[in-house]
C-alpha cells in the first residue's frame, strides 16, 4: 500500500513541476517577445539635425547606436531626463525622446536641451 502512495505522491510532484516549468517557460517567451518588437531598443531618438555619419556615442555605459537623425540604446542606470540631457550636450538639439516607450513632455525636452524653463513659457 505504501509503494502505490510514493507512486502517487511523485506522480503528483512530476505533474506540478512540469506545470510550473510550463509556465515560466511562457513567461520568457512572452518578455523575448516584448523585447524583440521593440528592436531590443529602451531609448529612442529623434535628433533636430542629423549626424554627418553614423556612429555610436556612448552616455553613461550606454552606447547610442546614431544614423541620420534617429538613435537608439538599450537601458541604462540614470533617469530618462538625465540621459537626454548628456546625449544632447554629445550629438546636438533633440526633437523627440522617448523611453520604454513614454516621450519626454515638452518641459522635459527642453530642460534636456538646456532650455531654461522662461524660454519654454515665451515660445
Do not use: W
Not at 502505490?4 to 503528483?12: K, M, V
Not at 539635425?49 to 556612429?55: E, N, Q, S, Y
Not at 541604462?76 to 550636450?89: D, F, N, Q, Y
Not at 525622446?97 to 534636456?112: H, N, S
Amino acid at each position: 500500500m505504501n509503494a502505490i502512495l510514493n507512486r502517487s505522491a511523485i506522480g503528483q510532484a512530476a505533474v506540478v513541476a512540469l506545470a510550473l516549468l510550463g509556465t515560466a517557460g511562457s513567461f520568457g517567451i512572452t518578455a523575448g517577445q516584448a523585447h524583440a518588437a521593440t528592436g531590443g531598443r529602451y531609448y529612442r531618438v529623434q535628433l533636430e539635425a542629423p549626424v554627418t555619419a553614423a556612429r555610436t556615442q556612448v552616455v553613461n555605459d550606454v552606447a547610442f547606436n546614431c544614423a541620420g537623425s534617429e538613435c537608439a540604446a538599450t537601458k541604462g542606470t540614470s533617469r530618462p531626463e538625465v540621459v537626454c540631457a548628456r546625449l544632447a550636450k554629445k550629438v546636438g538639439p533633440i526633437a523627440s525622446f522617448t523611453a520604454k516607450g513614454e516621450a519626454l513632455d515638452a518641459d522635459g525636452l527642453a530642460k534636456c536641451n538646456g532650455v531654461e524653463r522662461s524660454e519654454v513659457a515665451s515660445k
